[in-house]
C-alpha cells in the first residue's frame, strides 16, 4: 500500500518490517525471506499478501492479549494500591510470537521494564523483556541469575530487550526478584514517561511542505529521534477508527486551517471530553487516493 517513489525509513520500520516479523512470529520466518529474495513479481505479490493476512492475524491476536494484559494490570492496582517497578505478566494462552510486542505496549502505557511470558514446553515459559532508560535488561537478568541460582533457565539480550526462559513454578519467584533488581537502579521519577519536545509549532509551520522537510531530513530512529513537537488545539471532532484508532480534526488557538491528528491504537487509553487538548505530536504525511495532505501522529494526548 505505500507508493515505491516516496518511500522513507518510517515505511520500512512501520510497514514492510512488521509484515516480515509476521511470518516469523505466527508460522515460519523463511517466507518473508523468499519475498525478498523472489526475483517474479507475481510470486512476490502472492506472498507479500500472504504475509500481509498474516500480520493482520497478528495485531488482531495482540490486541486480545493486551487487553488481556491491561485488565490483569487494573486488577493489580486496585489490590495493591500501585504497581510492581518490574512487571511480570503471563497467560497460559498467549502467543509465544506475540509477547515481544505485548510487552513493548505495556510498557509504553505503564512507563516502566515489562517481560510478558508465555507457555512454552514441558512445564516451561518463555518471556520476552522491553526496557526503559536507565536499566540495562539483559545485566538485571544477569544480577536476578546470580543471586538466585536455578531460577532462570536460560537467558540473553541487550540493554532495551531481552529473552529468557524459566519453569512455570518460578515465575512468582522470579517476578518478586525482577521487582527487587528493578527497584536497585529505578527510582519514582524514573517511571513517568518523560517525553522531549522539540517546542510548538506556529499555525503558518503547520504545512506539508514542513512535514516534506522533515521526511527528507531523514532517516530517523535510535539515536537520531525524528522531532517531536507539542502545543495545546481545540478539538473540533473526534470518532475511532477500526475500534483502536483515535481521529481528531484540530485547530491551533493562534488559528490557521484544520488539522487532522491520528492517535495509533491508543482509543481505549485517550478519552476525549474536553474542548481543548495538550499533544505531543509529530509530522506526518498522508495519502490517501492520490492525494497528499498533513497529518500530526499524536503521541501522547491530555484533555485540558
Known sequence: GRNPARLAAADIAFALGPRLNAAGRLEDMSLGIECLLCEDPAEALAMAARLDE??????????????QALAA???????????PYGLCLYDEDWHQGVIGILAARVRERTHRP??????????????????????????????????????????????????LSLALEHLAAFGRAFDEE???????DDLCGRLYSDGELAP????????????DAG?????FPEPLFDGVFQVLDSRVLGDR?????????????????????????????SQWVRIAYRLDINEWRGERSLQLLVEYLEPL
Open 54 to 67: 498474516l500480520n493482520r492475524e497478528r495485531r488482531d491476536i495482540e490486541a486480545q492479549m493486551q487487553s
Open 73 to 83: 494490570l487494573e486488577r493489580l492496582e486496585l489490590k495493591a494500591g500501585e504497581l
Open 114 to 163: 515489562v517481560i510478558a511470558f508465555a507457555p512454552d514446553r514441558d512445564g516451561q515459559l518463555k518471556g520476552s523483556a522491553r526496557s526503559v532508560p536507565g536499566l540495562h535488561i539483559r545485566d538485571a537478568l544477569d544480577a536476578v541469575a546470580a543471586r538466585h541460582p536455578g531460577l532462570i533457565r536460560k537467558f540473553g539480550g541487550h540493554a532495551m530487550a531481552a529473552g
Open 182 to 188: 528493578v527497584r536497585r537502579h529505578l527510582g519514582e
Open 204 to 215: 503558518e509551520e503547520l504545512t506539508l511542505a514542513t512535514a516534506e522537510l522533515l521526511r
Open 219 to 223: 532517516p530517523w530512529g535510535q539515536g
Open 245 to 273: 484508532h483515535l481521529k481528531l480534526s484540530l485547530r491551533h488557538p493562534a488559528g490557521g486551517a484544520g488539522l487532522t491528528a491520528i492517535a495509533f491504537n491508543r482509543a481505549e487509553e485517550y478519552r476525549i471530553d
